[in-house]
């Protein structure tokens, strides 16, 4: 099984400033099956990142996800009011399929 | 318009099992592979299995081997997760998600809460 390990747990910022989250694997993820997905409270997780990436349909161009082997990222680089929400990364290259425990992004 | 929709909230138990439905629309369901991803309180996700709607084969976590069953029904688009002895833990809130080829879990439906409590 492959774990990830997401950092920070929490990250707390202020609307305009860049976030750097973090999703470390235990073992290589092949690049195509790395996805990233955002939660708010009381909703079903969104598809963000899929492809290590591709954003996904309906986010904009400030999100971007990099990274390959076992480091990938997920970067916000103009957090919005909207942004500040749960972010999990994903592998589903290799069953069982394993989410990372999730970064909590707040307002600072 | 392509959408998941699961059935209502649940409350079992101790022992008891629970039969989740998740119904698909607007899209070719035997084309896309289907997941349970589920969310106890407070906590991350976790993914439960697959089925594969076009045959019905089936592949589970093995935490969960020997209490779980994905089913489907083509004739109805459906696809349902039971699971069976329920305990305390089980409480959560259970996602189906629709895989689309390598591009993730693109489609997801709204949920459905599970309590478990004597």
């Known amino acids: 099984e492959i774990v990830l390990t997401q950092s920070p747990g929490t990250l707390s910022l202020s609307p305009g400033e860049r976030a750097t989250l973090s999703c470390r694997a235990s073992?290589?993820?092949?690049?195509?099956?790395l996805a990233w997905y955002q939660q708010k409270p009381g909703q079903a997780p969104r598809l963000l990142i899929y492809?290590?990436?591709n954003r996904a349909t309906g986010f904009p161009d400030r999100f971007s996800g990099s990274g390959s082997g076992t480091d990938f990222t997920l970067t916000i680089s103009r957090l919005e009011p909207e942004d500040f929400a749960v972010y999990y990364c994903?592998?589903?290259?290799?069953?069982?399929?394993?989410f990372g425990q999730g970064t909590k992004l707040e307002i600072k | 318009q392509v959408q998941l929709v699961q059935s209502g909230a649940e409350v079992k138990k101790p022992g008891a099992s629970v039969k989740l439905s998740c119904k698909a629309s607007?899209?070719?369901?035997?084309?896309?592979?289907m997941h349970w991803v589920r969310q106890a309180p407070g906590q991350g996700l976790e993914w439960m299995g697959i089925?594969?709607?076009?045959?019905?084969?089936?592949s589970y976590v093995q935490k969960f081997q020997g209490r779980v069953t994905m089913t489907r029904d083509t004739s109805t688009t459906t696809v349902y997760m039971e699971l069976s002895s329920l305990r305390s833990e089980d409480t959560a809130v259970y996602y189906c998600?629709?895989?689309?080829?390598?591009?993730?879990?693109?489609?997801w439906g709204q949920g459905t809460r599970v309590t478990v409590s004597s």
């Open positions: 073992r290589s993820v092949g690049s195509p099956y």
């Open positions: 994903q592998q589903y290259g290799s069953s069982p399929y394993t």
């Open positions: 089925i594969h709607p076009s045959g019905g084969s089936t």
């Open positions: 607007e899209y070719t369901f035997t084309n896309y592979y």
């Open positions: 492809g290590a990436f």
């Open positions: 998600a629709r895989e689309r080829g390598n591009d993730g879990f693109d489609l």
